[in-house]
């Protein structure tokens, strides 16, 4: 089946600890993105990424870093210096063309210990 | 830059009736797109609904349909013979017709229960 996933579904974080959320797609699709959720703020983004090995910070690219080496992969490293990492992160892609429309992954809910 | 305004944060339907869902943006653009996402308690962001700007019919999709009033820069959405499968936090996105893989910008949401 065609589509996104992000692992793990639950991650847990210590003060100081560095975590990194997965984001795979089998879509073909270009570009990839990042959004961070929490309660009453709608999605915020994070990082996108528009081709491998070039990405753009987002509204709140700050304690977060990237990479994009594979065109199905995006990482998200949620550094120390983030320092209230506890939400929900989703990750989405979208193709070149037509529809133009953005696809999203069931997400990964962050917990600090 | 543009901004998507979700004016209302919370709305309730009985069930089996019509509800409509508010969405206003701010673009000095002619050419984009709209949508409407929806986000069930399994928090998994589903397509709704999507307008082209170009196109003056509105869309629809089933049980949803939309009120695109481009002067205005309003996108409603209409859900009819409402069901308890469609309480939500429902999504207005907007994003630039023909500009790369920029990113959709979302309004903050609004929240829909449906009452048996």
């Known amino acids: 089946d065609g589509g996104i996933t992000q692992s793990p579904k639950y991650l847990f974080r210590k003060e100081g600890q560095n975590v990194t959320l997965s984001c795979e797609q089998n879509l073909n699709h270009d570009a990839m993105y990042w959004y961070r959720q929490d309660p009453g703020q709608g999605l915020r983004l994070i990082y996108y990424?528009?081709?491998?090995?070039?990405?753009q910070k987002g509204d709140i690219a700050e304690g977060y870093s990237v990479s994009r080496e594979k065109k199905e992969s995006f990482p998200l490293t949620v550094t120390s210096a983030q320092k209230n990492p506890t939400a929900f992160y989703l990750c989405?892609?979208?193709?070149?063309?037509?529809?133009?429309?953005?696809?999203f992954g069931p997400g990964t809910r962050l917990l600090v210990l | 830059a543009q901004t998507v305004t979700q004016s209302q944060p919370e709305m309730s339907v009985q069930e089996a009736e019509t509800v409509t869902l508010s969405c206003t943006y701010d673009?000095?653009?002619?050419?984009?797109?709209l949508f409407w996402y929806k986000q069930p308690p399994s928090r998994q962001m589903i397509l709704v609904i999507r307008?082209?700007?170009?196109?003056?019919q509105n869309a629809t999709e089933n049980r949803f349909s939309v009120n695109f009033q481009k002067a205005a820069k309003s996108f409603s959405l209409k859900i009819s013979d409402s069901q308890l499968g469609d309480a939500a936090m429902y999504f207005c996105a907007y994003r630039l017709r023909n500009s790369g893989n920029t990113p959709l910008v979302f309004g903050k949401g609004t929240r829909l229960s449906v009452i048996a």
């Open positions: 307008q082209e700007a170009y196109k003056q």
């Open positions: 673009t000095s653009e002619s050419d984009y797109y």
């Open positions: 990424s528009q081709i491998v090995n070039d990405f």
């Open positions: 989405a892609s979208m193709g070149g063309g037509p529809p133009e429309t953005q696809y």
